[in-house]
């Protein structure tokens, strides 16, 4: 028989092994590979937190229980987990996780914490429940027992001072606690994806407060679960970053997304890859089929379904912008061409043949470090199709965007440069105007998201093309196709500029006022206004060789242009000519 207690020095939490007593009798076989496996623990618990329901088992299941046993045992100190609602998450992170350490280290301090307390308060009561059942008892009692003096619904101890707490999220009385294991289950209500105020105030809260309550910084664990509500929500502080600490991230999306899988790295140097291989592939299908999942997305529309289910506060094709609809372009320098990758096939572009457009969206203030100066320049085909060629996205002063915008004028030679007509910026327009830059005051006469609309619709008819080596196409394409849940917009306005002014502005040039053709419709793409103009010459040569037709004919008539007799048998009237 295995060793009832681990020696390990790795245990989460104060290791006091050394000091817990053997137990009067060892665990049978069936106990102890429960103790050794979460996962076997889990499944052999499951009725007791969820009586008369019957475990359905499911890979993502497993895949958290391997993540959380390596957070008992040290291998993992900052676990995140992003994944749908009522896939399991409290259930396995906010209940049957809790005795299960205690069985390898019974002193664990746990704080746990959820935007209601009546939601922690209610794993707290499941978590007592196990520990109090016979089944349970039966298998570990011996191996501590629950004070009688603090047994509370919100808090509860065993004989070896280990204990569970509930809070919520963002209370005063968090305070006074700590914990060798936090836990946050669901830090955000639904609701605050449209509330900044109460979001930031969690943020603040989890930064300030929460973090600071782990009893030791070196051995403690935090584990963050929940779905996710906003881009700027404690999982996106996270991911960004600004929790510091080494965090293991294990996104669960509800459906398989091929560009973006998911992969977990353990400082220990364990790689763990989400099992799924087809796009669409469902998350846990036995529970929610793809029945269920279409009806989700019915219920709460491409954005929310995009955070909830998909763990991503930003639809996989973007909002407003659709990455799906962006085109990519090159440089062809020896041909001095543009070369537009089409569903069709390359198109080639005389540079000659293009104008450049400006677009610029200045800060609003010098003072204001959150805003950005952003000077676009677009080379547009004879055909309406506008080509990113370069992007300056900077905090800049007064004084530096105005040599900036001078500077990028002198290296593309715009033919025209739009600038927002608001406010602040008039000054730079008049500065830019006496300069005797080719500025047009561009007013806009709808807020960003409507203006965006157009923008959109200039993409989705695959005439915006990204230069594919454009030293910042990473930033550009993330606030473009985050927008209008980005925290800048400044990209989005500019491009948004760019749709709106292009069809605008007539192609510098010299006019042929004596071209009698009909102009072919802009909106098209590039390849099918390739294929329109293709048609239109094959009718124009269909029409010129009816034209030399009649002339033959009219030749082998000897010049006559009719026939003088068919003539008076087409105009003879009652015996008389008409």
């Given at each position: 028989m295995r060793d009832t207690f681990d020696r390990r020095l790795t245990l989460v939490g104060r290791d006091i092994a050394a000091l817990i007593p053997q137990p009067p009798q060892p665990l049978s076989d069936e106990a102890e590979e429960m103790r050794q496996s979460f996962k076997l623990f889990a499944r052999k618990a499951w009725h007791l937190i969820e009586p008369g329901k019957q475990y359905v088992p499911g890979w993502h299941l497993d895949a958290i229980a391997e993540h959380l046993q390596?957070?008992?045992?040290?291998?993992?100190?900052?676990?995140?987990?992003?994944?749908?609602?009522?896939?399991?998450?409290?259930?396995?992170?906010?209940?049957?996780?809790?005795?299960?350490?205690?069985?390898?280290?019974?002193?664990?301090?746990?704080?746990?914490?959820?935007?209601?307390?009546?939601?922690?308060?209610?794993?707290?009561?499941?978590?007592?429940?196990?520990?109090?059942s016979r089944w349970w008892q039966e298998r570990y009692g011996h191996l501590f027992e629950l004070t009688k003096d603090v047994d509370a619904k919100m808090k509860f101890e065993n004989s070896f001072s280990g204990y569970r707490q509930a809070v919520s999220v963002g209370a005063a009385g968090t305070t006074g606690?700590?914990?060798?294991?936090?836990?946050?289950?669901?830090?955000?209500?639904?609701?605050?994806?449209?509330?900044d105020m109460k979001r930031e105030a969690v943020l603040d809260w989890f930064l300030n407060t929460w973090l600071s309550r782990l009893n030791d910084e070196a051995t403690g664990a935090c584990i963050v679960v929940g779905q996710r509500v906003h881009s700027l929500d404690i999982s996106g502080l996270i991911i960004d970053g600004a929790a510091g600490g080494e965090w293991v991230v294990l996104?669960?999306?509800?459906?398989?997304?091929?560009?973006?899988?998911?992969?977990?790295?353990?400082?220990?140097?364990?790689?763990?890859?989400?099992?799924?291989?087809?796009?669409?592939?469902?998350?846990?299908p036995e529970r929610f089929p793809r029945s269920v999942i279409e009806q989700k997305k019915r219920i709460h529309g491409p954005l929310g379904y995009a955070a909830l289910y998909m763990q991503n506060p930003v639809a996989s094709g973007g909002n407003i912008y659709k990455e799906r609809d962006r085109r990519f372009f090159t440089i062809d320098a020896p041909t001095q061409s543009y070369l537009l990758e089409t569903p069709r096939g390359r198109v080639t572009v005389a540079i000659a043949d293009c104008w450049n457009l400006g677009v610029i969206d200045l800060a609003t203030s010098t003072q204001t470090k959150a805003d950005?100066?952003?000077?676009?320049?677009?080379?547009?085909?004879?055909?309406?199709?506008?080509?990113?060629?370069?992007?300056?996205?900077?905090?800049?002063?007064?004084?530096?965007?105005?040599?900036?915008?001078?500077?990028?004028?002198?290296?593309f030679h715009h033919a025209v440069i739009a600038i927002e007509k608001v406010g602040y910026q008039l000054a730079m327009i008049q500065d830019c105007i006496r300069k005797g830059l080719p500025i047009k005051p561009f007013t806009p006469q709808s807020d960003k998201v409507v203006r965006s609309t157009t923008g959109s619709i200039f993409y989705s008819n695959g005439k915006a093309?990204?230069?594919?080596?454009?030293?910042?196409?990473?930033?550009?394409?993330?606030?473009?196709?985050?927008?209008?849940?980005?925290?800048?917009?400044?990209?989005?306005?500019?491009?948004?500029?760019?749709?709106?002014?292009v069809p605008m502005v007539l192609r510098p040039g010299v006019l042929n006022l004596d071209d009698d053709d009909e102009p072919l419709d802009t909106t098209l793409s590039i390849e099918q206004l390739l294929v329109a103009e293709a048609m239109n010459e094959e009718q124009k040569e269909q029409a010129r060789e009816a034209e030399e037709a009649k002339v033959q004919e009219l030749f082998n008539k000897g010049g006559l242009v009719m026939n003088p007799f068919e003539w008076a048998e087409t105009h003879e009237l009652d015996g008389g000519w008409s």
């Open positions: 390596a957070v008992i045992e040290g291998d993992i100190k900052r676990l995140l987990v992003n994944m749908p609602p009522r896939h399991g998450k409290s259930s396995y992170i906010s209940t049957l996780i809790h005795p299960w350490s205690w069985l390898h280290n019974p002193s664990l301090r746990w704080l746990c914490a959820s935007y209601a307390l009546n939601l922690a308060t209610r794993d707290n009561l499941k978590c007592r429940r196990i520990l109090k606690e700590g914990g060798d294991v936090l836990v946050i289950d669901d830090a955000h209500p639904i609701e605050q994806k449209r509330s996104p669960l999306p509800a459906e398989y997304e091929v560009g973006s899988p998911c992969r977990t790295y353990w400082p220990s140097g364990k790689v763990w890859e989400d099992p799924r291989t087809e796009e669409g592939e469902l998350l846990w950005y100066f952003c000077f676009e320049t677009w080379a547009v085909t004879p055909y309406n199709d506008a080509l990113l060629l370069h992007c300056v996205h900077d905090h800049l002063e007064f004084n530096e965007q105005q040599s900036t915008i001078s500077t990028e004028f002198q290296r093309y990204h230069l594919k080596d454009l030293l910042n196409l990473h930033e550009v394409e993330k606030e473009l196709f985050t927008f209008p849940l980005a925290p800048h917009d400044d990209i989005a306005d500019c491009h948004a500029m760019m749709a709106l002014v």
